[in-house]
């Protein structure tokens, strides 16, 4: 079956980084409820604006420090496997903040730095995966 | 046809061992008379060590994984063969084991001594390989009098930039 594996060419804004071991992210959106009264009661009408949060996890932890506190349009590449192609995924409107570290005693390395992207209206995804 | 560099960076950890086996010394006097390399089990068994003690480092297997941005992290297995001829029968091997347990530390101190610049603690999230990883030594020190032998299994981390820089 396809799919894609190895993130790679990971950039925010003019700040590009290497060493990404993973990227992980998802989009919420507010639900809209509609009207109620006594017989009609929290009815989804529409979702609303969109809102996403993810991280992306380092081998290097000075890679994950210069990801930190960035701010601008969020990009990276997959490999395509199993058949499948190579995706770019675009984040637009996105903001990183600080990064978490853990470094073991016998072991890689592990620096999470989170994301989070807002769209700019109810109907337009800041998430592109092409 | 591509044109292709070879880092052939396996022989060069191999080579290191080896004259870090040669090289060792212990109160100026060398540790091991005799140190060769062989790719077959067969014949380090059937090696009459005839300077001894003896080292033989036996290739076994290089593995590779994919790692991050297209590098390949590597392992490189081998088999320390040590042997040594003790002049001490009987049914007590005390003499002979103090005799092969102290060339079998002294390989190991050789080598983290001088350890192979080519070697490094290598991984990412799904993989690890340490520098220099020493396996459980078998030692024999009674089958084959009046030579006491160890085989010292150990494998070594190594990096390589890219999948063309075997």
Redesign the interface.
């Known amino acids: 079956m396809p799919s894609v594996k ?1 993130p ?1 060419s990971v950039q925010i804004g003019s700040c590009a980084v ?5 990227i992980d992210w998802g989009e919420d959106r507010t639900p809209i409820h509609a009207r109620a009264d006594d017989d009609l009661y929290d009815t989804i009408a529409e979702f609303g604006a969109a809102t996403v949060i993810g991280s992306v ?1 380092f ?1 290097d932890p000075v890679q994950a420090q210069s990801l930190a506190n960035k701010s601008g349009t969020f990009s990276c590449s997959f490999k395509g496997m199993g058949g499948g192609q190579d995706r770019t995924l675009t984040i637009a409107n996105c903001s990183t903040g600080g990064p978490r570290h853990v470094v073991g005693r ?3 390395a ?1 620096a999470v730095v989170p994301f989070t992207a807002r769209s700019g209206d109810g109907t337009t995804s800041p998430v592109s995966l092409a | 046809m591509a044109a292709i560099t070879v880092a052939n960076k396996d022989w060069a950890i191999i080579n290191a061992v080896k004259t870090a086996l040669a090289g060792a010394t212990i109160e100026g006097s060398p540790v091991f008379r005799a140190v060769s390399v062989t790719t077959s089990a067969d014949q380090a068994r059937q090696c009459q060590f005839t300077g001894h003690p003896a080292a033989v480092i036996r290739y076994v297997t290089t593995v590779d994984d994919e790692g991050v941005d297209g590098e390949r992290n590597c392992r490189l297995l081998l088999r320390i063969l040590i042997a040594t001829m003790v002049d001490a029968a009987g049914v007590d091997e005390s003499l002979r084991l103090q005799e092969i347990l102290r060339l079998k530390n002294a390989a190991i101190n050789a080598v983290e001594a001088s350890p192979p610049g080519d070697s490094d603690s290598v991984g990412d999230n799904d993989f690890h390989a340490p520098r220099i990883h020493w396996g459980e030594a078998e030692v024999d020190a009674s089958g084959k009098l009046p030579w006491a032998v160890a085989v010292l299994p150990v494998e070594f981390g190594y990096r390589l930039p890219a999948a063309t820089g075997h």
């Open positions: 190895d790679h290497t060493d990404v071991l993973s996890t081998r016998d072991a890689v592990n």
